[in-house]
């Protein structure tokens, strides 16, 4: 069965840093735009960075542009982001995403949800001012 299983989360200090980790069960992994999304209380989920198949590539939310780094290891299966200068309004659940897509369209087609087809269960981040 195919799933994405996130870990990392919890609570930090404003301006702290946390790595948030997402494992894929495929055996196509490299086959497949990964993506980090977020929710927090009262809002809609937002798109938060997305990397492409082979690592190149990347592209953030201006929000979290020059904060939070995107990564991926395709020997494991797994995606990575980086959260450093964490403010409290990161404070969100945080969820990562698989989708196929292919060509040039990628990088705009990632920023949108309903592009994904798998999705993790969510791992909360709570940013302490």
């Known amino acids: 069965q195919v799933q994405l299983v996130e870990s990392g989360g919890g609570l930090v200090q404003s301006g702290g840093s946390l790595r948030l980790s997402c494992e894929f069960s495929?055996?196509?992994?490299?086959?497949?735009?990964m993506s980090w999304f977020r929710q927090a209380p009262g809002k809609g989920r937002e798109f938060v960075a997305a990397?492409?198949?082979?690592?190149?590539?990347?592209n953030y939310a201006d929000s979290v542009k020059g904060r939070f780094t995107i990564s991926r290891d395709n020997a494991k299966n797994m995606v990575y982001v980086q959260m450093n200068s964490l403010k409290p309004e990161d404070t969100a659940v945080y969820y990562c995403?698989?989708?196929?897509?292919?060509?040039?369209?990628?990088?705009?087609?990632?920023?949108?949800?309903?592009?994904?087809?798998?999705w993790g269960q969510g791992i909360p981040v709570t940013v302490a001012s």
């Open positions: 495929t055996r196509t992994f490299n086959t497949y735009i």
């Open positions: 995403a698989a989708a196929r897509m292919y060509g040039a369209s990628w990088s705009t087609r990632s920023r949108r949800a309903d592009e994904y087809t798998y």
């Open positions: 990397i492409n198949w082979l690592g190149g590539t990347s």
